[in-house]
């Protein structure tokens, strides 16, 4: 019986590597008593404008189960508000409100900052690189990769 051929966990590093650069961000965000959700959410409404629910989740990659309870939090701060959408109101739209502009305005050049700093410190072709290729693995075909064979659970070893 030959060994499995062991892989590098892919999943774990980008882990890693996602970590390793948010920890240069965290403290913007506590300083101003943000969470990561919550800054991905005031960056994505002021990008892309008001959203319903299920697009700000996939805009900012947070379940929608969690998303409910962030956006609570953030509704009771002020930075958001839900309104019915005009044309159907059985949908839900989400906006920032003008403290949640004001909070984008004062960390936005935080972050840019804060971007040229590692900039600088590990270059920009590592981050354009970077960018590459991560653009170029979310655009592969995953979504036709067969899943593993499992084997049954009632047999014995």
């Known amino acids: 019986m030959s060994t499995p051929k062991i892989h590098r966990n892919l999943p774990q590093l980008l882990l890693k590597a996602r970590d390793a650069l948010l920890g240069h961000f965290r403290g913007i965000l506590t300083h101003y008593g943000l969470t990561e959700q919550q800054w991905r959410i005031v960056r994505s409404l002021r990008e892309q404008g008001p959203l319903e629910p299920n697009q700000l989740c996939d805009a900012c990659q947070i379940l929608s189960p969690s998303m409910v309870g962030v956006l609570n939090r953030m509704q009771m701060q002020e930075l958001v508000v839900r309104e019915r959408a005009p044309h159907d109101q059985r949908r839900i739209i989400i906006s920032l409100t003008p403290q949640g502009e004001a909070v984008y305005d ?52």
């Open 106 to 157: 004062r960390i936005a050049p935080l972050v840019e900052a804060q971007y040229q700093l590692i900039e600088a410190a590990i270059g920009r072709d590592l981050i354009d690189q970077t960018y590459a290729q991560i653009v170029r693995l979310l655009s592969a075909p995953l979504d036709g990769v067969p899943a593993v064979e499992l084997p049954s659970l009632d047999t014995e070893d």
